[in-house]
């Protein structure tokens, strides 16, 4: 099979074909309006947490779910970053599924402001839990 190199358009890839790639890798995307403090994600981001994939997920669930110990943390780390004390926002932590369930979750962020748009903390969010072990 001899495959031609040519340049590949990815805007007409599918939003539903990037959650079927996300979901194999477990990997999910986050968006956070830091004026409104509306979280946006993806299916794969709320089956991390554990979460059915229809759920709308607030910012405050979202914390909700953050272990107490790992909670000041997480939120140092996201100030830093909204702050622009620090470039981007780095986190291991713990968090305890709607199930009872604890898990160990890497997130990670920037932020983000495009032209017209307000700022956004964007990222991503991994179980970790069976690197962790």
Known sequence: MS???KNI????????HWDVVFDHVGLGFWELSIATG?????RSFKKNLGC???EVLSYETFLSLILPED??????????????????YHSVHRIR????????IK???????????SLKLIGTLLDVTDLKQ
């Open 3 to 5: 495959i031609k190199k």
């Open 9 to 16: 358009d990815l805007s007409i890839i599918r939003d539903a």
């Open 38 to 42: 509306i979280l946006r994600s993806t």
């Open 52 to 54: 059915p994939p229809d």
């Open 71 to 88: 909670l000041d943390y997480v939120q140092d780390e996201i100030e830093l970053t909204v702050s622009k004390e620090k470039n981007s």
């Open 97 to 104: 599924r709607p199930d009872g369930e604890i898990r160990w």
């Open 107 to 117: 997130a990670d962020g920037i932020l983000s402001q495009q032209d017209g748009e």
